[in-house]
């Protein structure tokens, strides 16, 4: 469209309502994340660093082994995001019951993990399909409502993790999400609204929402699956 004042052109680029990053009005202030073994806070970025001297000081007692490490973000907002570590001789059966604890399961869906165009077949080891640094691989969980994530192998290090075959290191802290009504904290989500208008609400406002009959809320929670399904429900 063109501004009428100065003529210029304007491509209007997020018309929509998406939980996607188009929301940032709602947003009360930047993301940051937080270190699972010390607690540590850091931003997405400088957490690889702060994990590469961290990680070993929280190491089991045992022979070392090779450890994978990688990162995952949300396809749709990269807000969302975990840094794991892995056994090579971890599947990735058990990246995606991973994944679906921390971020996913709701009605035990199926899921399916990608190199490019190429399927990844879940009795893999991690070592053997994602051991090159750079790396980068889909996954996707559920084939209806879908949410897809994007993982990057970071590279590998000398450790221990005892008897686990993974561990969660570091995932960005709950993104501070406001009604939609007014200022708020946002509590309960309608997935009915999810694509089309406002969505967010505080307890009061959840309440005057024309959807608040057919009692479908679900919870304002960390993972890219909030409102999606039966997520947290
Ligand atoms: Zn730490
Ligand atoms: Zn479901
Ligand atoms: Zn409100
Ligand atoms: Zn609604």
Redesign the pocket.
Known sequence: MRCSQTGREYIIVATQYQLDGTREGHLARAITGTCELCKHQASKAQMTRHLMSCAPTYDARGASTVLVQLRIEAAGDPRYWLYIEAQTGATLQQLDAFLRRVWLE????MSAFHVGQREIAKRSAIGQVFGRKGLLFTYDY?FG?TTSLGGQILGQREGSLGRAGLRLLARNDPLPWRCEMCPRPATVVCPFCLDSGPCLFCEEHAQEHPCAEEEVYLPVVNSPRMG????GA
């Open positions: 709701c009605c035990g869906h559920d409502s999606v399904c039966a997520y």
